[in-house]
């Protein structure tokens, strides 16, 4: 069986139950030592390579297979990155997606008086709220529709993200939500 490791890849050796007590165990769980090889060396690289020998746990509750629960199974005919060896997604293009979903998350919070959540301007008739912006430094005031049933969760998850009290809430309009 192969096994998605560290972004490496690896064949199960073995997997046995480890009996030894060690400290910060917790006697909710069950522990495995798990032995993985590397995967798709030669015969001169695997004279040289060593196995590792991991330590994973398994709920007594909820007993599962102690491969699974720890480890991602690889298909035979995985892939790896041309550039690092690493198996894709790799550690360089997962950290580009990051990125790149940052700016967009930003991009939101970057026109005023755009509803960050939905992204429709929100308008003088439509109840809202106003807040600092946290994402964009410098950027402009962020305004949220209070009367849209999904824009308000995302905006009662700013405020908390935002540190406002409700007391201290900065109404547009002169209106109180509340009252
Ligand atoms: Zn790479
Ligand atoms: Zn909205």
Same mark, same amino acid.
């Given at each position: 069986m192969l096994i998605a490791w560290d972004f490496k890849p690896w064949r199960l050796v073995d997997y046995r139950l480890d009996t030894e007590q060690r400290d910060g165990?917790?006697?909710r769980y069950d522990y495995w030592i798990i032995i993985l090889r590397p995967d798709g060396l030669d015969m001169d690289q695997a004279a040289h390579s060593r196995d590792v020998h991991l330590r994973g746990r398994v709920s007594?509750?909820?007993?599962?297979?102690p491969i699974t629960g720890n480890f991602d199974r690889l298909h035979e005919h995985y892939g790896l990155c041309?550039? =690092?060896?690493?198996?894709?997604?790799c550690r360089d293009r997962m950290a580009e997606q990051q990125a790149l979903l940052q700016t967009e998350y930003m991009a939101r919070y970057?026109?005023?008086?755009? =509803?960050?959540? =939905?992204l429709e301007p929100v308008t003088d008739r439509q109840d809202r709220e106003t807040f600092p912006n946290i994402?964009?430094?410098?950027g402009p005031d962020v305004t949220f529709h209070a009367g849209r049933k999904k824009c308000r969760q995302a905006m009662e998850q700013y405020r908390g993200k935002a540190g406002q009290p409700d007391s201290r809430l900065k109404l547009d309009g002169g209106r109180s939500l509340t009252g």
């Amino acid at each position: 069986m192969l096994i998605a490791w560290d972004f490496k890849p690896w064949r199960l050796v073995d997997y046995r139950l480890d009996t030894e007590q060690r400290d910060g165990d917790n006697e909710r769980y069950d522990y495995w030592i798990i032995i993985l090889r590397p995967d798709g060396l030669d015969m001169d690289q695997a004279a040289h390579s060593r196995d590792v020998h991991l330590r994973g746990r398994v709920s007594k509750v909820m007993p599962g297979d102690p491969i699974t629960g720890n480890f991602d199974r690889l298909h035979e005919h995985y892939g790896l990155c041309v550039h =690092c060896g690493e198996l894709l997604p790799c550690r360089d293009r997962m950290a580009e997606q990051q990125a790149l979903l940052q700016t967009e998350y930003m991009a939101r919070y970057e026109t005023p008086g755009v =509803c960050p959540e =939905c992204l429709e301007p929100v308008t003088d008739r439509q109840d809202r709220e106003t807040f600092p912006n946290i994402y964009v430094p410098l950027g402009p005031d962020v305004t949220f529709h209070a009367g849209r049933k999904k824009c308000r969760q995302a905006m009662e998850q700013y405020r908390g993200k935002a540190g406002q009290p409700d007391s201290r809430l900065k109404l547009d309009g002169g209106r109180s939500l509340t009252g």
